[in-house]
């Protein structure tokens, strides 16, 4: 700015120094306040500052530019070498240029390259295979399905048919019983009663007349041993099993109850108390027994429960087979005893009556379908309170 000229305050404009108005903004001249001039003069300022930064950048650029520069010349220098290097062990290792290490690469690589391609060319082959095998293999496992789901039929069938033969033995069991009977007298009466040989019903006949070995020593039980083995039987033969042959009866073997092991046909002792004693079927009489009539010619049964209070479902069946039955093991004699209420061991053969069941009003008479039968021995506590471990030394029936 010169002498001739003044500065407008408000836009900076340059104006004759005789003028009142800026001849830019319109503002009037002459009239600079304090303010107005130092903001005039901190603009000067800031213009010096910004041209001596711009020529400091411009010096620092040329500068990174130099070195630059320099580093170039210095890297193509440093390849340069390189090469050399490189082409010197190349001449060393006999080959002239880069495609000669190449091409002998790929002439070692190639045998690998086609053994690998070998291989593969294998593996699929035996991938091939392993699918026609499994296609085989699937084919077989639907074929064995298919007879799979043959024999699930078969065998339903089958089981209808087994049903329908079991009732029909039961229908035919029913109509022996209404018959008469098949013997003159009880000692006449065969071993197998009025069944037919090689039935169910004769293999029980002949089971309900056997008795155990003699010396040998009974497993004591509870009553409530029974009820658990009644559980063991049912999960062996099913819990309506009536025509039970030799193999099913087989399955009644080896039963752990209480710690000991038990069969059908072992000797057994049960203690308990005896309740409703009388003789059985004296009107129709019973197969095993040649449907012969009359008290003498029948089993006398009675109740073997826990307590004197229970019921007779809470207990099972003993019945004394009329064959060799003495005074002291007819109706009179066992009445006492149960009039009595005093604790008494049973001994005899275990036997499981699959011809009864225990539903509807069978379940009323018996808590299993085991027996102690036939009856062998019974001993009657001398008083009501006897401890059981003393049981063989009681008293027999009978006996003062």
Not at 191 to 206: K, R, S, Y
Request: aromatic letters at 4%; glycine letters at 8%; proline letters at 5%.
């Amino acid at each position: 700015m010169d002498e001739t000229t003044i500065t407008c305050p408000l836009c900076g404009g340059a104006n004759a120094v005789k003028s009142k108005y800026c001849s830019e903004c319109g503002g009037r001249l002459g009239e600079l306040s304090a303010a107005a001039y130092i903001d005039s003069r901190v603009q000067e300022a800031l213009k010096e500052k910004l041209r001596d930064r711009e020529v400091a950048e411009v010096i620092i650029f040329e500068n990174v530019a130099k070195k630059l520069i320099e580093w170039g010349k210095f890297a193509i220098a440093v390849i340069g070498g390189l090469a050399g290097v490189v082409v010197l062990v190349l001449g060393w290792l006999g080959y002239s240029k880069i495609s000669d290490i190449t091409d002998a690469a790929a002439k070692r690589v190639e045998p690998t390259v086609k053994a690998a391609e070998q291989r593969v060319q294998a593996a699929g082959q035996r991938l091939k295979t392993a699918d026609s095998r499994m296609a085989l293999v699937e084919a077989d496992a639907a074929a064995l399905k298919k007879r799979f789901e043959k024999l699930n039929a078969d065998a339903a069938q089958y089981g209808q048919l087994s049903g329908q033969v079991d009732e029909v033995q039961a229908q035919v069991t029913e109509l022996a019983s209404r018959a008469g009977p098949c013997a003159e007298t009880l000692a006449e009466c065969p071993a197998v009663g009025c069944a037919q040989e090689g039935t169910p019903l004769a293999l029980l006949n002949m089971l309900k007349r056997r008795s155990p070995a003699g010396g040998a020593t009974p497993v004591v039980l509870r009553v409530e041993d029974l009820k658990t083995l009644q559980q063991l039987a049912e999960a062996r033969v099913g819990p309506n099993a009536r025509n039970l042959d030799a193999a099913g009866r087989a399955k009644l073997h080896n039963l752990p109850v209480g710690g000991r092991v038990v069969s059908e046909g072992d000797l057994v002792g049960v203690i308990g108390y005896i309740i409703q004693p009388h003789s059985s079927n004296v009107l129709s009489g019973e197969s095993v027994n040649c449907k012969l009539t009359g008290p003498a010619n029948n089993d006398l049964i009675a109740s073997l429960v826990p307590s004197p209070m229970s019921t007779q479902g809470d207990g099972i069946r003993i019945e004394i087979i009329p064959q060799g039955r003495t005074d002291a093991f007819e109706e009179p004699s066992i009445r006492r005893v149960a009039d009595a209420q005093k604790p008494v061991v049973v001994y005899g053969q275990l036997l499981y009556d699959s011809l009864h069941t225990l539903t509807g009003m069978e379940a009323r008479f018996r808590g299993s379908l085991w027996e102690i039968h036939p009856v062998t021995d019974v001993r009657v506590c001398p008083t009501k309170a006897c401890p059981s471990n003393a049981a063989p030394s009681w008293p027999r029936v009978g006996e003062r």
